[in-house]
């Protein structure tokens, strides 16, 4: 049996049928907890996608391009959203293989990757390599730096190829957006 493709599209390629399917997918991953802004989180950058022979979506992930200030410098972090496997295909490597195709976007485009992962995905995450960053977390808001000390401990990062993680000794500071902030 033929293992399904991935396929990469940036957002702008995408049907409205598509980002329909694809919101359906992430509405029942996330059961029901995949709001309008997560939803427009996920949208503007660079989409894995697996379908099985019958068209069906099985798989989804997304990298969007975020700015990150840390000490004096700018990264151009390539920020994963909206991974989700449909219930009954879990478990099988599917994830293994949108994280794969996103983190060639990474390697490809940005400085380094970074993620907000759940308890669920976690297992995943830690399995290919990304790693709790272990220094403060901040935010650039309307009113200045927000610390975002609720968000330590969950959020991870991994080096883009060819370049060094920023030293955990300065906060990283995630540019503004509505919803999560990460």
Known sequence: MTEPVVRTAPTFELTAAERAEIRDLLDVAFDGDFDAEDWDHALGGV???IRDADGLLLAH?????????????SYRVGYVEGVAVRAGHRRGGLGHRIMAALEHVIDAAHDFGALSASEAGAALYTARGWRIW???????????????PE????????????????????????????????
């Open 47 to 49: 989409h894995a996608l």
């Open 61 to 73: 992930g997304s990298v969007v391009q975020r700015r990150v200030l840390h000490a004096d410098r």
């Open 134 to 148: 272990p220094g403060r977390l901040a935010a650039l808001g309307p009113d200045g730096p927000l610390p975002l």
């Open 151 to 182: 968000e330590e401990g969950s959020t991870y990062v991994r080096p883009a190829a060819g370049h060094p993680l920023p030293g955990p000794a300065r906060a990283l500071a995630f540019d503004w957006r509505n919803g999560d902030l990460l």
